[in-house]
């Protein structure tokens, strides 16, 4: 197997990862993190309340909670104080990718694949993950929070991740884990790859429980079987 089979036609093939119930399980950090900073500011989060609103940007998740009145300075003095407590749980307590992760990663890089992580997190948080999981070696490129003005379903951050690997939107293939972020991948023109672990039910091309139960040839299949 030659290591550019992704670029055997001449077009490279990427594929772009979203993070949060896909690559990793950080739920639990997220809920700890946002309960703990917004009880400093009076508001006693519900476990319901985080449920529906994870996996939105900090500043549509705040206004939701506080409402619209809430200032631009306190959504950012606000989110900043969470996810740096966020990124210390990620160093202090550590991560682990979920099952097939890795071995999917190593593959698709041998094969060709350019890949890219793409998340409505900001940066520090990708970046920190990124190095608990010693994944850095795997991506091209990290598109996230601040690449970005609106959120999923808005195709906008998988447009930016391809954009930054310098791969066309038809041959790139989303890895998600959220509704939202299955139709923010239909929108831009992507495959999609869909998993369970979050969500009941996915409309993606792909649908499976785990990575770890996602056929070799998926992939290739996605994009036309380009061997």
Known sequence: MSDSRGESDGTPRAVLWDVDGTLVDSAEYHWLTWRETLSGEGYELTRAQFDASFGQRNDEILRGYFGEKLSADDVARIGEAKEVRYRELVVNRGIEPLPGVRRWLERLKAEGWRQALASSAPRLNLEAILKALGLEGFFDAVASAEDVSRGKP????????????????????VVEDAPAGVEAARRAGMRRVGVLSSHGALDADVVVNSLADLPDDTFDKLLGGDE
Do not use: E, S
């Open 154 to 173: 808005d195709p906008q951050i998988f447009l930016a991740a391809a954009a930054k690997v310098h791969v066309p939107a038809a041959r790139c293939v």
